[in-house]
C-alpha cells in the first residue's frame, strides 16, 4: 500500500499486541515452512527413493506413480508435489503482501496470499498432469518424455529477454487496509502471481509431472525445484549456467533409459 494509503488508514484501531507477529518480522519462514512440509510428505509417500536409485535402470514406462491422475490420491500427490516446488517461489510475493499491509495484519496478509497461490498452481498443476500423462503415453517412455521437456527448459534459457520478463512476475499490488476487502485484496494478489508465472514455470512444471511415473522422481523434482528457485533469484541474470544443468539433467536421463 502507498504511502498515503497508510495515512488515510491512521485512524483503524489496531488490536493490541506487543508487536508485529512472527510472519510480519519474517514473512520468508512461511512458504519456506509449507515447502519443507510437502518435501517431507513426499518423502513419506515414497520412501524406497534410494533403493529406486540404486536398484539399476530407470523405469521407462509412463503413468504417474500415485494411482490416477483424478482420484483423490492423485490430487493430493499432485497438490504435494506443487507446494513443494512453487511454495518458495511465493517469498517475493508474500513480503510484498506484508510490507503493503498494516503491520498488525501483516501476518495474516501472508497467510491469505500464499493460500491462493499454492491453490492457483494446483489447479494449474493438475491440468498439466493430464497434458504430461498424455505426452509421456504417445512416447510410450516418461523417461524420454521428461528428457525432452528439460531439453525444452534448457532451450527456454536462452532467450535474452528472460530477465527483463521475469521482473514482471514480482510485481506489487496496492492492498486495502482492513475487512474484508483487505482479504479479498491479498486473495486476488495471490492467483494474480501465480497466472504470472505461468509462462516461465510451466515447462519446469510439465517436466517435474512427466517424471512422477519414475523412480528415483523426487531426485528430478528436486533438481527441477532447485534450478527453477534459482532462475528466479538470480532474475535470469545466470540464465546459461541454468541452460546448461537443465540440458546435463536432461542427458543423464537419456543415458540411463
Known sequence: MSLLGRVRTTSVIAPRQRGPSLLARHPAALPITVSV???????????????DLLSGPLSSTGATGHGGLFTPAGIAHTAAMTVAMMAPLALFG????????LWWRAGRAAVIFLAAFLVAWTVIALCLAAVAEAWTTWLGSAMIGTAV????????????TRPEKLKRCDRGMRLRATGSDADVDCARFGALTAGRDVRFCVLPMLAMLAAAGLPGSLLVMAAVTALTLADRITAGRR?????????????ALLLRS
Open 94 to 101: 508474500v513480503r510484498t503482501a506484508v510490507v503493503t499491509s
Open 37 to 51: 512440509a510437502a518435501w517431507v510428505v513426499l518423502l513419506v509417500v515414497q520412501p524406497a527413493l534410494s533403493d
Open 239 to 251: 540464465r546459461l549456467l541454468i541452460a546448461a544443468a537443465y540440458a546435463a539433467c536432461a542427458l
Open 149 to 160: 521437456l528439460l531439453g525444452v527448459c534448457a532451450l527456454a534459457q536462452l532467450d535474452p
